[in-house]
């Protein structure tokens, strides 16, 4: 029976493709980063862009809308409509990476470790549909999330990036997904 249970929990591990959000990531309870969500993402991409030899994917920058919420953070509408007061991404142009990048926002500071909790949870880490991801995760700074997407180099260099911009006042970081 014990030898049944540990192969039906490898194989779970092997289905999730190493998925996990372990509780909620922590939340520095205080806002070092100022701005628009598209302004503050900017920075952090350029930020990110200067510590990689190799170039991120070509992305669409643009704002999200509660409509989309599911797809592109892994929120509902709800908690979108109820939590967040701005949200904008970059998704990658066809190309042949799996990558995103979103800076959030929520309304209460307080609430931030539980949105996070929310993308880390919802987020769909295998919704490309020829590649995936290397690696997917959530960072706090006060009242900012950072998701991260794509290859493994690309989003260490955009928490670093993130975690510059919020002159270190950033909670750890919650790896939820690594690929293959």
Known sequence: MKRILAVLAIAALAVTGGCSSIGAPTAPETDTLTGETPAVLLSVL??????????????????????????????????YEALVSQAAAATALLTTSAHEVAIVKVQDITQAATVAKKIADGFDSKKWICVMPDKSVVVISGSYILLAVGQAAAVDALVQGFSDLAEGNVGEANTFFTGP
């Open 46 to 79: 350029d930020k990110a862009g200067s510590k990689l030899t190799e170039k991120m994917p070509m992305s669409e920058l643009r704002p999200v809308e509660a409509s989309e919420s599911q797809q592109m953070l892994g929120l509902s509408t709800e908690d």
